[in-house]
């Protein structure tokens, strides 16, 4: 399984995504915001990152762009979550460089299903399902 970072500043949403990455079997590094992602980003190269794109101070959209032009951190896939799950604005974040979208709030399926395609890994939810 793999390290996943995520960069999320509302308690819950960081508290759910833990629990579903972690119960997957992945090991999760957190972020309130997007500085502190960039700097866990590059002290630990995760193996995927889920960066909220609505962060205080700078944007998730922001730290994608410096993410992606960092030759040392430029091929960790970034999947993106938001609450804006408008046509115009997931194009938006998908030319920002994001490898992946997911609009909030999301199935937990829809998550792993979305970190295995990016990571190739085989998660299953321990959740009975």
């Keep these: 399984m793999a ?3 995520i960069v999320e500043d509302t308690p819950a949403n960081m508290k ?6 972690e119960n ?3 090991a999760v590094l957190q972020a ?6 960039i700097a866990l980003a590059r002290a630990n190269m995760p193996g995927l990152i889920l960066m909220d794109i609505q962060l205080p101070g700078m944007s998730g959209l922001e730290a994608i762009r410096i993410l992606k032009d960092d030759p040392a951190t430029r091929t960790i896939p970034v ?3 938001t609450a804006f799950a408008m046509k115009d604005e997931e194009e938006k974040i998908r030319a920002s460089g994001c490898d992946g979208y997911l ?10 299903a979305e970190v295995d395609r990016l990571i190739g890994s085989k998660t299953g939810a321990k959740t009975g399902e």
């Design 3 to 5: 390290t996943i970072l």
């Design 16 to 21: 759910l995504a833990t629990i579903i990455l």
């Design 24 to 26: 997957a079997g992945h």
């Design 32 to 37: 309130e915001n997007a500085p502190d992602g």
């Design 79 to 81: 999947i993106a979550l």
């Design 103 to 112: 609009a909030k709030p999301f199935h937990y399926k829809m998550l792993l």
